[in-house]
């Protein structure tokens, strides 16, 4: 899947690492930090979640066996906080570049 930060979202770095999210449509607020603010700042709408986990967890070579799961959790803690909406699946991307997919 392929999931970029909601339209309703806006988000800034505080500090090195630090983000501060907030969903302007209800005001609730949010603040990721360390490797959680490293997954946010990473999501751009293109680069499906899977490869976004695999260049963070590159990024720490040391993390425990736990954090590939730990980072699907977060993705999917922050779809259903609505901070993440998804744009398209990689398969879907390649059938549209074959030709072969519908319009969007």
Known sequence: MVHRHARAVVSVETAAGRWAVADVTDFRQFVLTGTSGALWRSFDGHAPDGELVD????????HPASARAECRALIDELV????????H???QEQADDA???AAR
């Open 99 to 101: 030709g072969n997919g």
């Open 89 to 91: 699946r990689p398969e």
């Open 80 to 87: 259903t906080l609505r901070l993440l909406e998804p744009t």
């Open 55 to 62: 260049r963070l967890l590159a990024a720490y070579p040391g």
